[in-house]
Each structure stands twice: as structure tokens, then as C-alpha cells.
């Protein structure tokens, strides 16, 4: 009897919202997606490894939901791809947020964000920047001039030299 008791509860906890069994899951799909959808230079604040982040995607995603520029394309895959609202799953919203996992250990993070950005505001980068300050976490931040959202598609361009150039300094003196 006590061994089904044990199975019974295992079954609950891997069922149940908690941060190893569906939290892992949830954010490897949001990572791909960030990868496919915000762009390619995107890492999160909850690095697991230590090493320095470099961020230039959403780190607020319920305000980011609820203030994009661009609602129609980004609400609806938030939507597809978290289930439901902001008002509907907040915990998912906020376990989703980068700044939640914001605290004295996150690692040294360079942010790099298009002036021109048509997806991530940036509101975005500030929300991030308050946060990583608030913590006293080494940062940098790069608002780039004329750059669209996917800036770094381009090799040749002035602000994917320039966001190269930096990154490559950043991980040189963090690493």
C-alpha cells in the first residue's frame, strides 16, 4: 500500500506545475523559440553554466505582451506557445520573464538591441537593465542606431560589426 502511495504522489508531483518537470520543458521550447522567432543572438539570465549572457530578446514578457509594437505577431505566438494570456497563466508569464532569475549570482550580461526594433521595445532592455543594476550584476547595454530586430542576419553592416566587436570584448573580459 505504501509503495502505490509513493507512485501516486511521484505521479502528482511530475503532473503538477514545479519548476523540473514542466518549467524545464517550457523553457526549452521558449528558448527555441526565442532563437527562431526573436532572434538568433538570444540567451536568458538563467544561464545555467555561470558564463556571461548576452540578452537581446523580451525580459519582461507580461509587459512585453501587454505593450509590444507589434501585438498581433508576438501576442498570438505568446499565446500558441505559453498557453494563454498574461491574465490567464501570470505564473507562466513571470517563470517566462528573465527577470525573474535576476538575483546577486546571475552572470555579468551585455545587451544589444536595434533602435528600430519592431518587435522588442526598448522598454524591453531598461526593464532589464534596472533589474541587473538593482542587483548589482556587471552590465553592459547597446542601443544600436538604425538597427532593425534581426540586425545580426546582416554581417556586413555597421551595427552587426559594431554588436560583434562588443560581445567579443565583453566575453574577453567576463570570461
Known amino acids: 500500500m505504501e509503495k502505490n502511495v509513493n507512485v501516486m504522489v511521484q505521479q502528482k508531483q511530475l503532473t ?3 519548476p523540473r518537470g514542466f518549467y524545464q520543458w517550457l523553457l526549452t521550447i521558449l528558448a527555441v523559440i526565442a532563437f527562431l522567432v526573436i532572434g ?31 501585438p498581433d505577431y508576438v501576442q ?4 500558441t506557445y505559453i498557453g494563454g494570456t498574461p491574465s490567464q497563466f ?8 528573465p527577470i525573474s532569475y535576476i538575483q546577486e549570482n546571475t552572470p555579468p550580461t551585455i545587451t544589444l538591441l536595434g533602435a528600430s526594433d519592431r518587435i522588442v521595445p526598448e522598454e524591453q532592455a531598461e526593464i532589464l537593465n534596472g533589474k541587473l543594476k538593482e542587483n548589482n550584476i556587471p552590465h553592459e ?3 544600436l542606431p538604425k538597427a532593425d530586430h534581426i540586425f545580426d542576419l546582416v554581417p556586413d553592416n ?16 567576463y570570461n
Do not use: C, H
Open 158 to 173: 555597421l551595427s552587426t560589426q559594431f554588436a560583434y566587436e562588443k560581445v567579443k570584448a565583453f566575453l574577453q573580459k
Open 76 to 79: 498570438s505566438v505568446m499565446e
Open 40 to 70: 538568433y543572438m538570444t540567451y536568458y539570465i538563467w544561464n545555467p553554466s555561470g558564463l556571461p549572457n548576452i540578452m537581446s530578446g523580451p525580459a519582461d514578457m507580461t509587459e512585453f505582451y501587454n505593450n509590444d509594437p507589434s
Open 16 to 18: 503538477s506545475w514545479r
Open 90 to 97: 501570470p505564473d507562466r508569464y513571470t517563470i517566462l520573464s
Open 141 to 143: 547595454f547597446y542601443l
